[in-house]
């Protein structure tokens, strides 16, 4: 009888995402979604602008894990043999039509497709297959592909009815903007001493702390990890009635597939099964932006109940900077407001805006040094609105 044991990587899974986090600044929910994904075997698109890292963030994922990866740019004038190799001449010459797969999409463990919705008809079909049955057609014989998980980025969500299939492939979806503002000081920090290191030629690729095949054993026996309490069903199942009586669609289909995911959280984590603090998953099913709004406001009070009771186990809060961060933020802020160089209206609303950015981030928190640190953003903001701009 084959090894069914399921492997304990929840270890190695946390440190990939501390090194991830340390490499991509306020990134800490993308990340564990990535995570999710890959161990659930299912998959994720990103949302976003241009330059925020989302390329980057998948393609040290697959060092990491030493995982065959594959990476194209579509457009709508990509043709298939780009993805899926091509034509085998030689055997073309015999009779037999088939590709020449290696190092190709079909052989890949992880899979980033850049502007994934530039697909055309010519590969959407090849490309539905591959992500939903783990198979390829390659000639007149059905190849299974090793595929952990693909990756989607676009610059905005599709409106074409042709792109529903492929975009209903991608279980999860993930917004990936530009920082807030109280990130940036610490955004041009890091971002500088990495390009020194960059252009010094002292950048060092990353050792990998598991190995794709880890990931492939869980996948095989990731049917003991579903195991739910009656409690998180009963509150799973208001959950999805409310989310469908705000028009929001999820199929039954979508319903028994977010399983898995709640399932590779409580795994990450090293729970043995999920509780209501693994529902912020519920907040990255939207089929349109507006749709992202109302899953915050449905699932946020669910969240926020779990981690009154659980503060051990509240994620992303700080806005994902650290407490010490939004302090070092406000002494600058502070040292700018109180020297004697005279703010023009755009330094001073910019800096209004920061304090009011900061606060909000701060009302996440429940802890004595957050207390404190926003007493202190109260009182900028009360010099702010004294200053004699305000007070005309």
């Known amino acids: 009888m084959a090894d069914r044991r399921l492997p304990n990587i ?42 925020t890292a989302k390329s980057a963030m998948i393609r040290m994922f697959s060092q990491m894990i ?28 015999q009779g037999v039509y088939q590709r020449r797969i290696e190092g190709m999409l079909p052989t890949a463990e992880i899979v ?45 969500v599709p409106n074409d009815e042709s792109l529903t299939a492929i975009f209903d492939r991608f279980l999860l979806r993930v917004q990936s903007n530009n920082l807030d503002s ?14 020194q ?12 702390l598991l190995q794709a095949q880890d990931l492939h054993q869980v996948h095989q026996v990731f049917d003991q990890t579903l195991r739910f309490t009656d409690e998180f069903l009963t509150q799973y199942k208001g959950l999805v009635f409310q989310i469908r009586s705000e028009g929001i669609s999820l199929s039954d289909r979508r319903a028994i597939k977010l399983l898995k995911l709640f399932s590779a959280s409580a795994y990450v984590d090293g729970r043995a099964t999920p509780d209501a603090g693994d529902f912020f998953i519920l907040k990255h099913i939207w089929n349109s932006l507006d749709q992202a709004e109302i899953l915050e406001e449905l699932v946020g009070p669910v969240l926020e109940t779990h981690y009154r009771e659980h ?26 407001l109180t020297s004697s160089e005279t703010l023009g209206d755009v330094q001073l609303f910019s800096q209004l805006k920061n304090l009011n950015e900061i606060k909000a981030a701060l009302d996440q928190l429940q802890t ?20 004699s701009k305000f007070a005309q």
Do not use: C, W
């Not at 990476?71 to 899926?84: A, C, D, I, K, S």
């Not at 539905?128 to 990756?151: C, D, H, Y």
């Open 10 to 51: 929840s270890r190695e899974l946390k440190s990939i995402a501390q090194t991830l986090e340390e490499y991509f600044l306020g990134k800490q929910e993308v990340v564990r979604l990535l995570l999710i994904s890959a161990v659930a075997g299912e998959h994720m698109v990103i949302i976003g602008p241009p330059g």
């Open 66 to 93: 030493q995982a065959r990866y594959f990476e194209y740019l579509l457009t709508r004038f990509t043709e298939p043999n780009e993805l899926f190799g091509p034509v085998d001449i030689a055997s073309f010459r």
């Open 112 to 156: 980033f497709l850049d502007e994934v919705f530039k697909s055309n008809s010519a590969i959407l079909n090849s490309l539905l297959m591959l992500l939903n049955e783990r198979s390829f057609t390659n000639g007149s014989q059905k190849v299974e592909v090793p595929l952990i998980s693909a990756f989607g980025a676009s610059n905005e």
């Open 182 to 195: 109280y990130h940036f000081n610490e955004l041009l920090l890091k971002g500088l001493k990495n390009e």
């Open 197 to 208: 290191l960059r252009i010094s030629g002292l950048s060092q690729t990353l050792q990998p």
């Open 311 to 336: 503060p051990e186990s509240r994620r992303f809060t700080a806005a994902e900077a650290g407490l010490g961060a939004l302090i070092q933020e406000i002494n600058l802020i502070r040292d700018t």
């Open 368 to 387: 004595p040094q957050a207390r404190e640190a926003k007493a202190k953003v109260e009182q900028l903001l009360e010099h702010v609105f004294a200053s």
